[in-house]
């Protein structure tokens, strides 16, 4: 994740070994939070519990991505929590009812089918944020912070509060499958990591060799700039707020198909430790800068010290605490690496004698 | 025009700068400056942009302080170490670019940081609303003390700025361009405003590239050229021609040979764009220009002529600006960058750190920025012709930079710049519009920008360019065009155009001052 420039000048200086290290601190926490915790939790290195682990972080770490994307063009999605709950819901509604078409029959889907629609549904509100911030020039905060409300109010209408239960699908329908995308594994690596790694090599790919990816980033620097070099500022919005959107989605079918059931209240505040795992992954909230690869990392951080300290008997509240102790130290320690990336730099260009 | 025959005895000298020298990174602001500010008089100071005018004002303002040199204030060496201390010396600035508070009040504004108080905790708004009609009174503007300066027109934000320093009791008031942005009539109602502190014996600097306006309210004259005073009198016996000989001087700057080349058919017509202003006028007024393969064209004109705004309209920033473009004959549609981009057009800003660059990006991915097209293949980009593509403007350019991969915000003013040009050149235009190419970039660099340009012409490039400076748009276009009010107000050959014409042309439709005193006399 850390990516060593072919400086000549200065790779040597004390600067640049420093920066190396802060370039390169979340993945030092995250090995120091796994090596603490092999010691001190028991069990803590065995395999169920490394299963366990790694879907926990999986649900973050998908909405992370998204965010990622979102926070480096310069916005924020708080949606995301509610787009989860939604999501769920609508998966649990096709699995149990279909699609009634009012002539006394009802159409029914198969997995893939309903899969794909919980996507859209996911992806539309994603559209519908990004229409409000480009069309009509909302404020990413309160646009999403309205679709936050709407989409779980809307979850909330679905089933009048109530739980879609036994979503175990059928299989006349083909949809007794469903239940696979939670549960399931593959070469003994759960379904839902094998998703996380397929949308995290896809984002990491977007962000780094697509022209896609290099708009998002000089969006989020400079959008004026941007603007004035050719880029599609309106249509780089719309695409992180719908990818976003799709991530949600995701999180949504794999949480319901997990618990077999829809709640509606699902994903509450999500979209808190989303943005706490992309910030601790080095992502600045100002815009133009942030990593896939990082952001996973800092979900790994989150989760795994999270499980951690449930293991080692830590209260609820202390572990609250610590979380919270954790992001702010990341966001300083960004900022000390802000400032020497920036000398190092300057020391480099000064070295070439004007 | 009168004036005191001995004017020595009548203007006692309140503030003077001796051996005055600023020493900026890289750059050197001011040498050895001598200079004399009088009281009860209006002391005009005047020079190209970077001559060194502001900086000579800030540091009396306190924002500077002089590497080397005295200030002295009625024979007492002084030492401001901020605007705050330079204004307990009675010593107030309205800057060019305006420092107010868009989101508060006039009477706020005004009063910001020295707010009338009762007990010093609760502001007294009445005290405050009065002393701002008063002033506004004095100043012959109807401005209600409640509204929100963002409400304001730039005239009329530029009188809030002008009362700011009023309500401070300045004995030393420094206007920087304080009429850029004032219609006519507001600068005959300033200049009156400006004849009584000459009476009250307040002593004024006045800065502005109109050098018919200062030839009328001056009293004495200070010519500034690279950071030195080229010229110091009083106003009796000085016409534009002395103005603009000082101004200029006889050196030559650096400008690059012309290469000798044919110009080929019509790359870019523009006709009849208008572009409406927040003030329901036109920042650009029906401008039409064509401009032919390889030739260089040179827009002339002061600040707020809408050049800036031209430009953009021409590249498609403004969605409702209405006019047609044709690049190499071939109809543009609606306003929209990328695609005007694609069809030959490339625009390099005026702001670069706002316009320019993404700073917080690499120097490689801002050069790329507008052309990542063309190393791209379906949504792959191919990293290692990127690389090459960057690595060969580089050279071609001759950029000093350490890697590639540093952010941009290391690099100076002159090689942002030419990576900016190269971001530009790299989407393989037909056309290029340069605002302010040369802004903030020191001298070697400038030459080198200007050397590029004649390549870029001889190469068949069309090359509109926008400048303030005299010198640089008399050398370096093939026809320049001068604007004034969103207009075009004067169009010149390379070979019959003088210093003269420009300037005069750039006037037009402000202050014909001449005529308009005619006008009054024949009124009268």
Not at chain 1, 247 to 267: D, E, F, K, M, R
Not at chain 2, 108 to 132: C, L, P, V
Not at chain 2, 196 to 211: D, F, N, P, Q, T
Not at chain 2, 234 to 239: A, I, K, L, N, P
Request: net charge negative.
């Amino acid at each position: 994740m850390t990516d060593m420039t072919a400086s000549a000048a200065g790779a040597s200086s004390p600067n640049a070994t420093l920066l190396l290290i802060l370039k390169a601190r979340t993945f030092i926490a995250l090995i120091l939070v796994f090596v603490f915790f092999s010691i001190f939790a028991p069990n803590f290195l065995s395999a169920a519990n490394m299963v366990i682990m790694s879907k926990h972080v999986a649900l973050n770490a998908f909405l992370a991505i998204g965010m990622t994307f979102v926070i480096v063009s310069g916005g924020i999605d708080l949606s995301v929590g509610s787009i989860v709950g939604l999501c769920g819901m609508v998966a649990g509604y096709l699995l149990l009812n279909g699609i009634d078409i009012g002539l006394g029959w009802s159409i029914q889907f198969n997995t893939l089918e309903i899969c794909l629609m919980v996507a859209l549904v996911g992806i539309a509100i994603g559209a519908l944020n990004g229409f409000l911030i480009t069309r009509l020039n909302v404020a990413p905060f309160i646009a999403t912070l309205g679709t936050l409300y709407i989409a779980r109010g809307a979850a909330m209408l679905s089933s009048d509060g109530k739980t879609f239960p036994n979503l175990s699908g059928n299989a006349e329908y083909g949809s007794q499958s469903y239940r696979m995308i939670g549960s399931g594994d593959f070469l003994g690596v759960p379904i839902s990591i094998w998703m996380l790694i397929a949308v995290g090599v896809l984002a990491a790919y977007i962000a780094r060799r697509t022209p896609l990816g290099r708009f998002i980033y000089a969006v989020g620097g400079n959008e004026r700039a941007a603007g004035l070099s050719g880029v599609k500022v309106t249509q780089v919005k719309y695409f992180v707020y719908m990818f976003s959107g799709f991530c949600a989605a995701l999180v949504g079918i794999i949480i319901s198909s997990q618990l077999v059931a829809a709640h509606p209240a699902t994903g509450d505040t999500f979209e808190l430790n989303a943005i706490a795992a992309a910030v601790l992954g080095g992502t600045s909230m100002s815009g133009g800068r942030g990593r896939i690869g990082g952001t996973i990392v800092g979900a790994f951080v989150i989760g795994v010290l999270s499980d951690g300290l449930v293991m080692m008997g830590v209260s609820a509240f202390w572990q609250t605490v610590i979380k919270g102790l954790v992001i702010i130290a990341a966001v300083v320690i960004d900022q000390a690496q802000q400032k020497v990336q920036a000398k190092v730099a300057l020391q480099a260009q000064a070295a070439l004698g004007k | 025009m009168t004036l005191d025959p001995d004017p020595g005895s009548a203007h006692p000298i309140g503030l003077s700068i001796r051996g005055g020298t600023k020493v900026y990174p890289g750059t050197i602001a001011l040498k050895e400056v001598d200079f004399d500010l009088r009281m009860g008089a209006v002391n005009v100071l005047v020079g190209e942009n970077g001559a060194g005018k502001s900086t000579m004002m800030k540091v009396i303002a306190g924002v500077e302080q002089l590497t080397s040199g005295t200030v002295t204030m009625n024979g007492e060496e002084v030492n401001f170490t901020s605007t705050d201390d330079a204004e307990r010396n009675g010593i107030g600035i309205v800057f060019q670019e305006l420092n107010l508070f868009p989101n508060l009040t006039v009477a706020d504004n005004i009063f910001m940081a020295h707010e009338k108080t009762r007990g010093g905790i609760d502001i007294d708004m009445s005290a405050q609303r009065e002393a701002t009609r008063a002033l506004m009174q004095r100043l012959e503007h109807d401005i209600d003390p409640d509204t929100l300066v963002g409400d304001l027109k730039v005239g009329q934000q530029q009188i809030v700025e002008i009362a700011k320093s009023l309500s401070r009791d300045a004995r030393i008031l420094i206007l920087d361009e304080p009429t850029s942005a004032l219609s006519n009539a507001e600068v005959e109602i300033l200049f009156r405003v400006i004849e009584e502190l000459k009476a009250e014996g307040v002593g004024i600097v006045y800065i502005s590239h109109r050098l018919e306006e200062l030839i009328r309210v001056g009293d004495y004259i200070t010519v500034l050229r690279d950071g030195t005073i080229t010229g110091a009198q009083s106003m009796e016996g000085v016409d534009i021609p002395w103005i603009v000989r000082n101004m200029i001087g006889d050196s030559s700057k650096d400008f690059a040979k012309e290469i000798e080349h044919p110009f080929g058919d019509e790359a870019l017509r523009v006709e009849n764009m208008r572009l409406a202003d927040t003030s329901g006028g036109f920042a650009v007024d029906g401008v039409s220009l064509s401009l032919r393969a390889g030739e260089i064209l040179g827009i002339y004109g002061l600040m707020g002529a809408g050049r800036t705004e031209l430009l953009e309209t021409i590249i498609g920033r403004h969605s409702h600006a209405v006019g047609d473009v044709w690049v190499q004959g071939d109809k543009m549609g609606r306003p929209s960058v990328p695609d005007r981009i694609a069809k030959g057009l490339a625009l390099i800003p005026e702001d670069r750190k706002h316009d320019g660059l993404v700073q917080i990006l690499s120097i490689r991915e801002n050069m790329t920025l507008s052309s990542v097209g063309s190393f791209t293949r379906g949504v792959h980009m191919d990293l290692g012709k990127e690389r090459s593509r960057v690595a060969d403007f580089v050279r071609r350019m001759v950029i000093k930079i350490a890697s590639p991969e540093h952010p941009v915000s290391a690099l100076s003013g002159g090689n942002q710049q030419k990576v900016v040009i190269s971001k530009a050149l790299m989407t393989g235009p037909k056309v290029l519009l340069m605002d302010e190419p040369s802004r903030g970039i020191d001298i070697g660099a400038k030459a080198e920008v200007f050397r590029v340009m004649r390549q870029l012409a001889a190469e068949g490039l069309g090359i509109v360019f926008v400048t303030s400076d005299l010198e640089e748009v008399m050398s370096l276009s093939d026809r320049i065009i001068v604007m004034s009010d969103g207009r075009i107000t004067g169009e010149f050959s390379r070979e019959e155009v003088t210093e003269t014409a420009l300037v005069s042309a750039s006037a037009v439709g402000h202050a014909p001052l001449s005529e308009q005193d005619a006008e009054r006399e024949t009124a009268q």
